[in-house]
DNA sequence: AAACTTGCCAACCGCCCCGAG
DNA sequence: CCTCGGGGCGGTTGGCAAGTT
């Protein structure tokens, strides 16, 4: 036995949303809020609308403060950036980004986003042709990464720019470039977003990195110097 | 100009979570 | 505990518009 529809499907309206049923709608939650139960609202106000599509009527469209479209080129790199760390959690994603809704996040993503990075990814595998040889480590570390030292165990990060750090809570993020080292590391520098993971209470400490060119993450573990 | 394809986005579906009883 | 049901979420669909053949 399945469970019970949430509502009685063969007496509710379905598709677009017209003007008069938006501002039914507006005009009773903007007076009386939600009351706490979206199930019964479209009952009160006389609307043949599902509850749960009165819901998202009101979280994707009505909302105030709701943007559409125009995505800037940082919404763009935050959302591709937390898309590869988190997955597609987009109510996660939403709360990140003020105004935005994870349904209009979603859109963004499947019809743009996605083409937009494969494509930078088609591109700079083109590029690399014939296949590099792998990179040696970048090391964080003034020391001898031959020292045994705990902040050998990081991965390359041939891209990223300083300028599009979005998020950090590494105390001294904005001076990486001078406090760290990276010994061998003459690449190409070019789109990609930093961001901390943890505090480096006792000297060490990690940040991770998102190229967005080559769509790829990076952790890189550091040491105060 | 018509037919067809592609892109976009609002809205729906169904599952899971979690709090109330 | 267990059950129920509303809220929340991610995946998917359907219809319209724009672009292409």
Same mark, same amino acid.
């Given at each position: ?21 938006? $501002?039914? /709608?507006?005009?009773?939650? *903007? ?9 019964? %609202?479209?009952? #009160? ?49 939403? $709360?990140? /980004?003020?105004?935005?809704? *994870? ?9 743009? %986003?996605?083409? #937009? ?109």
């Amino acid at each position: 036995m399945g469970r019970a529809p949430c509502c009685d499907k063969a007496n509710v309206k379905k598709g677009p949303w017209s003007p008069e049923e938006d $501002a039914k /709608l507006k005009s009773h939650i *903007d007076k009386h809020g939600t009351g706490g139960n979206w199930i019964t %609202l479209p009952q #009160k106000i006389g609307l043949k609308r599902c509850g749960k599509s009165c819901r998202l009527r009101w979280l994707n469209y009505l909302r105030p403060n709701i943007k559409h479209g125009g995505f800037t080129e940082d919404e763009d790199n935050l959302i591709c950036t937390l898309y590869i760390t988190i997955g597609s959690r987009w109510s996660i994603i939403a $709360a990140q /980004l003020p105004g935005r809704t *994870d349904n209009d996040i979603k859109n963004y993503w499947n019809t743009k %986003l996605k083409k #937009k990075l494969l494509g930078n990814r088609r591109k700079q595998q083109q590029a690399r042709l014939p296949q590099p040889v792998a990179q040696p480590p970048l090391y964080a570390s003034h020391e001898n990464p031959a020292s045994n030292s705990p902040t050998t165990n990081f991965l390359a990060m041939p891209n990223f720019c300083y300028d599009q750090i979005l998020e950090s809570d590494f105390n001294y993020m904005n001076g990486v470039s001078s406090d760290v080292n990276f010994p061998g590391f003459d690449g190409m520098i070019s789109e990609g977003i930093m961001y901390g993971v943890s505090q480096p209470l006792d000297g060490l400490g990690s940040f991770s990195a998102v190229d967005m060119v080559n769509c790829e993450i990076y952790t890189l573990a550091i040491r105060r110097s």
